[in-house]
C-alpha cells in the first residue's frame, strides 16, 4: 500500500501561480511513477502531468505544457507541481497518483494508488 496526501491547492488569480505537493508514505516510493490528475464538478478525472521513477521523464498533458511542472523528490517521497499563468477553467481537484508501471501512462485506471486530493480555485 502508498498512502499519498496532497497539499498546496487554495485560491489563486487568473495568470497566478501554485505549487502542490504530494506526500507518500508506505512502500518505496521511487517504485512508482507519479502522476497528477484533476477533476472539476461534473467532468471526469483528466490527465496532468506524469514523471518517471528515477524523474528523469517526464509527460504532460497539451493544454499544461509549457505552464506547468512536475517533479519530485525521491529522498523525500514527494511529487509536486508547479503550476504558473493559472485559468480560470483549470479550477478543480488535484490529485496524485502512483502507478507501479515501467512505461508512463496517462489513464486514471492504470493507477494503483490515489490521494484524496486538494482544491484549486481560480479567479478571473
Known amino acids: 500500500q502508498v498512502q499519498l496526501v496532497e497539499s498546496g491547492g487554495g485560491l489563486v488569480q487568473a495568470g497566478g501561480s501554485l505549487r502542490l505537493s504530494c506526500a507518500a508514505s508506505?512502500?518505496?516510493?521511487?517504485?512508482?511513477?507519479m502522476g497528477w490528475f484533476r477533476q472539476a464538478p461534473g467532468k471526469e478525472r483528466e490527465f496532468v502531468a506524469v514523471?518517471?521513477?528515477?524523474?528523469?521523464?517526464?509527460y504532460y498533458a497539451d493544454s499544461v505544457k509549457g505552464r506547468f511542472t512536475i517533479s519530485r523528490d525521491n529522498a523525500k517521497n514527494t511529487v509536486f507541481l508547479q503550476m504558473n499563468s493559472l485559468k480560470p477553467e483549470e479550477a478543480a481537484v488535484y490529485y496524485c497518483?502512483?502507478?507501479?508501471?515501467?512505461?508512463?501512462?496517462?489513464?486514471?485506471?492504470?493507477?494503483?494508488?490515489w490521494g484524496r486530493g486538494t482544491q484549486v480555485a481560480v479567479s478571473s
Open positions: 497518483a502512483a502507478d507501479v508501471s515501467v512505461i508512463l501512462r496517462s489513464a486514471p485506471s492504470r493507477y494503483d494508488y
Open positions: 508506505g512502500r518505496t516510493f521511487s517504485n512508482y511513477n
Open positions: 514523471i518517471s521513477q528515477s524523474g528523469r521523464t517526464l
